[in-house]
């Protein structure tokens, strides 16, 4: 477990099997100004969290031993909402994927490969926000964004969330602008996350989305 010292006090724990992958996400954290930890499987990521509470964990769903979905677990076990946990995954890729861990309890996904910019966006967004509570979000937004947002957990494309609703692409892109405003987040995958976890949505809703015929959830994300 290595340590990589850049002045700050709060450490972002990188979990990652993957030399290659682990030291770019470190370097890159690095040069933006952050303390970075790096653990190679879920033994030594826990054991580093029990000796300190990192500012946030960039977690690999495939680990040797335990799985990133564990951690995640353990973590938010001990750490309720507190922690930020970003997944990162290079095989599970598919929407069913993204959104199993979510629904475990992660903040983010952030697919492989995946590049420099994107990454610091994600971790500095994590970082910035703050989580409203669940009544002042479900009051921002509106039933049709609710209803978007539910489609967004099931995988559903913009052009596949047009269709189901009977209004334009366009109309849905605005939507889906609404919903990362008022929420506050970045992407759309930190939407959804959200959504989740303060159960502005429930897994029964996504999960009849996520079982829709597989010709209708291969759109854009």
């Not at 040069?31 to 879920?42: D, I, M, Q, T």
């Not at 033994?43 to 946030?56: C, D, F, G, K, S």
Request: charged fraction near 25%; proline fraction near 4%.
């Amino acid at each position: 477990m290595a340590l990589r010292n850049s002045g700050r006090q709060d450490a972002i724990l990188v979990v990652d099997d993957e030399n290659e992958i682990r030291d770019l996400v470190a370097q890159v954290l690095s040069n933006a100004g952050y303390l970075v930890r790096e653990a190679r499987s879920g033994e030594q990521a826990i054991e580093a969290v029990r000796h300190e509470q990192p500012l946030l964990v960039i977690l690999d769903v495939r680990l040797p031993g335990i799985s990133g979905y564990e951690v995640c677990g353990w973590l938010r076990s001990r750490f309720r909402d507190s922690l930020p946990i970003m997944f990162l995954s290079g095989e599970r890729v598919e929407a069913f994927d993204r959104a199993a861990g979510l629904m475990l309890g992660a903040d983010d996904y952030l697919l492989k490969p995946f590049s420099s910019e994107e990454l610091l966006a994600r971790v500095r967004g994590l970082l910035r926000r703050t989580l409203p509570t669940p009544r002042s979000l479900e009051t921002k937004l509106t039933v049709r964004e609710l209803e978007v947002l539910r489609l967004l957990a099931g995988g559903l494309g913009q052009k596949e969330i047009s269709g189901r609703l009977a209004i334009s692409t366009k109309t849905v892109g605005t939507h889906i602008e609404h919903i990362l405003m008022k929420l506050g987040v970045q992407s759309r995958t930190q939407a959804v996350a959200l959504a989740y976890r303060e159960r502005l949505i429930d897994a029964a809703s996504a999960g009849a989305e996520l079982e829709a015929p597989q010709e209708l959830t291969k759109g854009p994300r």
